[in-house]
């Protein structure tokens, strides 16, 4: 279903939106120090989209895929880590859009990747992403109570990442600091913040 989109107008705005990333991450790589990590907002690549679940669909890209792959290389010439988030489809999860953080090390590759732990709901406003929250019981089964809510060691300090809203919720930042948390990255789609 993707590959019929991404023949049009959509895989154009991905393309443009990849390389308004690698324009800002050379940019913080060429001006001053070199950054240990470049942060970019909740959807530099898709953008936030309104409408339903099945519009929302043809906004989404996989993890990893040539999306992240491009940015991967830009990492790897940096020397920094990268760390974005994205509307994402993945096999395992078939008809689900989610909202998902990849952390990309300086060797290119994809270290970790972040699920969004929830979304605003029963406020009148239904958002059509699957988080941990709507999938708990599945999510533990196939990849442990730990991931939901990991942590990445990395030689700068232990990593994690707390997607938007999330913020507003302490007991998801006091677990990710009782696994050793040191730096809590918070990409949002807030203008303000989360």
Same mark, same amino acid.
């Given at each position: 279903?993707?590959? =019929? !989109?991404?023949?049009?107008?959509?895989?154009?705005?991905?393309?443009?939106? !990849?390389?308004?990333?690698?324009?800002?991450?050379?940019?913080?790589? +060429?001006?001053?120090?070199?950054?240990?990590?470049?942060?970019?907002?909740?959807? &530099?690549?898709?953008?936030? +989209? =309104?409408? +339903?679940?099945?519009?929302?669909?043809?906004?989404?890209?996989?993890?990893? /895929?040539?999306? $992240?792959?491009?940015?991967?290389?830009?990492?790897?010439?940096?020397?920094?880590?990268?760390?974005? /988030?994205?509307?994402?489809? @993945?096999?395992?999860?078939?008809?689900?859009?989610? +909202?998902? #953080?990849? *952390?990309?090390?300086? @060797? /290119?590759?994809?270290?970790?990747?972040?699920?969004?732990?929830?979304? %605003?709901?029963?406020?009148?406003?239904?958002?059509?992403?699957?988080?941990?929250? #709507?999938?708990?019981?599945?999510?533990?089964?196939?990849?442990?109570?730990?991931?939901?809510? &990991?942590?990445?060691?990395?030689?700068?300090?232990?990593?994690?990442?707390?997607?938007?809203?999330?913020?507003?919720?302490?007991?998801? %930042?006091?677990?990710?600091?009782?696994?050793? =948390?040191?730096?809590?990255?918070?990409? $949002?789609?807030? *203008? #303000?913040?989360?």
């Amino acid at each position: 279903q993707r590959g =019929a !989109v991404m023949g049009g107008l959509i895989y154009e705005g991905l393309a443009k939106n !990849v390389e308004r990333m690698a324009y800002w991450i050379n940019e913080a790589c +060429s001006k001053g120090k070199k950054p240990d990590f470049i942060l970019f907002n909740e959807f &530099p690549l898709t953008g936030y +989209s =309104a409408g +339903s679940r099945n519009e929302k669909l043809k906004f989404t890209i996989r993890i990893p /895929g040539p999306e $992240t792959q491009r940015i991967g290389e830009l990492a790897k010439a940096c020397d920094t880590y990268v760390i974005f /988030g994205s509307y994402a489809t @993945d096999p395992d999860w078939p008809g689900h859009i989610l +909202s998902l #953080n990849p *952390v990309i090390g300086r @060797d /290119g590759k994809i270290k970790a990747t972040y699920w969004k732990s929830r979304n %605003v709901l029963r406020l009148g406003d239904e958002i059509p992403t699957t988080t941990v929250e #709507n999938v708990r019981d599945r999510f533990r089964s196939k990849y442990g109570i730990e991931e939901e809510f &990991p942590v990445l060691e990395t030689e700068i300090g232990t990593l994690a990442c707390v997607i938007c809203y999330d913020l507003n919720f302490p007991e998801t %930042v006091r677990r990710l600091t009782l696994r050793g =948390a040191e730096i809590i990255l918070n990409p $949002t789609g807030e *203008v #303000n913040g989360a």
